[in-house]
């Protein structure tokens, strides 16, 4: 990969206004590159676990309200684990947030190989959850160091190619299963020693991150500092925190996130099992067409992004809201649609469809972010990142966990619970942009750089 020019066109905080996916160029690509590797491995690491559920599942003699239970706890810790590192971000900045989050769930990972009963099962995916809040740092870095014009690009990709974690999750964990159990290897063995594999890789993303990386473009590497904008009043952490948390269209965010990403968590966290129970397909088959669904995030997030940056060019902040609703929407019926299919293909196909449409609407999001709150930046990106997991947790424990509907019926449900929870989109309203439905306020038309920092609140 040839790096970028060296005279890449900064903006006033020098921070890019071109994005290059294939250039390794520092400071500003690398740490792209960085992000979503860090974020890859987080989320490799987080779902480990589910492609290997019908071998775990037998190992260990668990229930399916364990298994539920399980699935449930690892996105209750993502919650809070999420919300704290905006505040860690806005703190110490995303690569030291970022990296130490990882070095210390990497022995988790590891530990899952010696869990032997259903508590302990339900403990280690408790605090391998803490890990997906990598995902928070990495949104807070792109928009660092990306200017706005092109931010919905790079968000879109950073979370994007980090998402794929799931997906090679879902394609390698059972390979490497098979793989050891061709040695002659006990199965009860065989599924444990393969956890060694993700707690490495994420270990190895940390200190790449720690070495590497660079959070502003003017940041000396080991300056640990948390570097503020010149064109920012000094406010304490608590004032930071308690704008963000005062912010409307945040918890809206936080909302409609929790039905697109959220949804998405879900689907990573049980369509392997969908179509290995309900189509009889074998394990690796399982894992495989799991896998189409999570990473077709290489380019569907990312193509999000890209929408609602053209949106906002051309429409400004409403079109991107606009954007965001009318995707949202079409992915919840694409959802309803997988839930009524009963054919392995028509199945595939609708998942497929789906799986990139639901992506899309998670990468608008964050086009969407970045605009709230330039003062709690690391605050709202915090909640509307928490905002996914807890979405992920209500649809698990109230759709999926035990036997309280079909697992078709509860897919269907799902898609209607995105229909419905996309609306609050129409509420968004910015004085100095509009909303979707309203032109802006005329008396803020026309501000300076300072007035539009002091109108996010």
């Not at 590497?221 to 952490?237: A, I, Q, Y």
Request: proline share 5%.
């Amino acid at each position: 990969m040839e790096p970028s020019s060296p005279r890449t066109p900064l903006d006033s905080d020098n921070r890019a206004t071109e994005f290059h996916p294939f250039s390794t160029s520092p400071p500003h690509m690398l740490s792209f590159h960085l992000a979503w590797l860090s974020l890859f491995s987080c989320f490799f690491s987080a779902f480990s676990i589910t492609p290997l559920l019908p071998i775990i599942r037998q190992s260990l003699n668990l229930s399916a309200a364990d298994v539920g239970a399980a699935g449930s706890a690892a996105f209750v810790s993502s919650v809070f684990s999420r919300i704290a590192m905006g505040s860690a971000c806005d703190l110490f900045g995303p690569r030291i947030a970022s990296a130490t989050l990882s070095i210390l769930t990497a022995p988790i990972v590891l530990a899952t190989a010696f869990i032997s009963s259903p508590t302990s099962f339900i403990l280690a995916r408790f605090l391998i959850g803490f890990c997906l809040a990598n995902f928070v740092a990495n949104q807070f870095w792109m928009s660092s160091i990306f200017s706005t014009s092109v931010v919905g690009l790079v968000n879109g990709f950073g979370a994007g190619w980090g998402s794929m974690g799931a997906g090679f999750a879902q394609l390698i964990m059972p390979l490497l299963f098979s793989l050891v159990k061709s040695y002659d290897v006990p199965e009860n063995i065989a599924w444990r020693v393969v956890f060694v594999v993700p707690a490495i890789f994420q270990a190895i993303t940390a200190v790449l991150v720690l070495v590497y990386g660079q959070e502003l473009p003017r940041e000396k590497h080991g300056d640990s500092k948390r570097v503020s904008k010149s064109n920012k009043p000094n406010e304490s952490f608590l004032e930071l925190l308690l704008n963000g948390l005062m912010n409307y269209r945040g918890w809206i965010l936080c909302l409609t996130y929790g039905f697109c990403f959220g949804v998405e968590m879900t689907m990573d966290n049980i369509v392997a099992q969908y179509f290995y129970n309900i189509f009889g397909v074998k394990l690796e088959v399982a894992g495989t067409i799991a896998a189409c669904f999570g990473l077709t995030n290489c380019f569907a997030r990312p193509m999000g992004g890209v929408v609602s940056d053209r949106m906002g060019k051309w429409f400004g902040i409403r079109g991107r809201l606009w954007g965001l609703w009318v995707v949202q929407t079409v992915a919840g019926l694409l959802c309803v649609l997988m839930g009524r299919v009963n054919s392995l293909g028509g199945s595939i196909a609708a998942m497929c469809v789906f799986s990139v449409f639901v992506q899309a609407s998670s990468g608008m999001t964050f086009g969407i972010v970045p605009f709230v709150s330039k003062r709690s930046l690391g605050v709202i990106s915090g909640m509307t990142g928490s905002g996914g997991t807890l979405g992920a947790v209500v649809t698990q424990m109230v759709l999926f966990s035990g036997d309280k509907f079909p697992i078709q019926t509860a897919i269907s449900l799902m898609g209607l619970m995105m229909i419905v929870c996309s609306l609050p989109i129409s509420l968004i309203y910015f004085p100095q942009w509009g909303g979707m439905f309203c032109a802006p306020s005329s008396f803020h038309q026309t501000s300076t750089p300072q007035g539009d920092y002091h109108l996010l609140l």
